[in-house]
């Protein structure tokens, strides 16, 4: 068995790429400090940050505050910024994730495996927040696999203390040595190749079996000629973020993986990085926006 990481969307590919090309461009146009509580948003990041943020003078650092919030609380926190005096843009769900991730200094987030893979495969510096009731804790050891490179700071919600956050945040916001190294170190783990070394793996296997017979349910079984549990897993902390299946992308499961989809995948963009020119595809920076090939890009 080969472990690989978590696939990320195309967008978060594309994003990747330019990091990795011009991380110093990159890091640059990094202007804002990014609240992400996930699909459903984060009741204890709604109700805790507005109050921390209000103690830092982000306008005087040149910063601006995106916090995505869920459906459920998207007018209250507005209210709660407004009301604090914060400059805020709140919203509810967010189409284009990697610009946002593109443009942040600093993530402060939940630790789902989505969350986490995304973060390092743009190199963002982040502070986690894990869910304190998802299954088996999954989400505090996603976290603490970035923490361990050095990528982010894994705080439990039950230790939230407004003092102590805003001490936390100033500090990496005055630090810009820190904050680059770790960007560094999460794009150092991050795996955004992923999603093209599953397909590559699975149609290797496929091209190769036997046309009767043969172990036809268990591709992982002959990966690099290795019986399951061969992996090394601490190589790649990325790649145990979450138990998932090989088979999850973002379209459409691999199990309707055929040869002519395959074909596809191999001339998209997003999923062959590795045998392309380091632009395939235009990135556009149209004035102050990223824009990576979203539907939307809710950036001003």
């Known amino acids: 068995m080969r472990v690989v990481g978590n696939p990320v969307r195309k967008e978060i590919v594309s994003a990747a790429r330019l990091a990795r090309i011009d991380p110093l461009g990159f890091e640059a146009r990094a202007d804002q400090i990014f609240i992400l509580g996930g699909s459903q948003g984060a009741r204890a990041l709604n109700e805790f940050l507005p109050e921390v943020l ?3 003078d982000l306008e005087a ?3 601006r505050v995106l916090h995505q919030t869920g459906e459920s609380m998207r007018d209250a926190v507005e209210a709660r910024y407004e009301a604090l005096g914060v400059p805020a843009r709140v919203e509810a769900f967010i189409s284009d994730m990697a610009g946002a991730y593109a443009s942040s200094k600093l993530v402060i987030a939940r630790a789902g495996a989505s969350t986490v893979a995304e973060l390092a495969a743009l190199g963002r ?6 869910f304190p009731f998802a299954a088996d804790d999954h989400q505090t050891r996603n976290a603490e696999a970035l923490e361990r490179a050095g990528a982010a700071l894994c705080i439990q919600e039950r230790d939230l203390d407004r003092d102590a956050m805003v001490q936390i945040i100033r500090q990496l916001l005055g630090d810009e040595e820190r904050l680059r190294a770790m960007g560094e170190a999460s794009r150092s783990v991050g795996k955004p190749e ?19 017979g043969g172990n036809h349910g268990s591709p992982q079984g002959v990966i690099n000629g290795e019986q399951n549990g ?18 999850a992308f973002d379209e459409e499961p691999l199990a309707t993986c055929s040869l002519e989809r395959h074909a596809a995948l191999r001339s998209a963009d997003a999923y062959r990085p590795r045998t392309r020119t380091p632009h395939p595809k235009p990135l556009v920076l149209d004035g102050s926006e990223w824009n990576f090939g979203a539907k939307s890009n809710w950036l001003c």
């Open 54 to 56: 209000r103690e830092l």
């Open 125 to 130: 510096p982040a502070i986690f927040i894990p």
């Open 230 to 247: 061969g992996a090394d897993e601490e190589k790649s902390p990325l790649g145990v973020i979450e138990n998932q299946s090989v088979s």
């Open 61 to 63: 650092m040149g910063l």
């Open 194 to 212: 992923a999603a093209a070394e599953i397909v590559d793996d699975l149609m290797a296997w496929l091209e190769g079996a036997p046309e009767k």
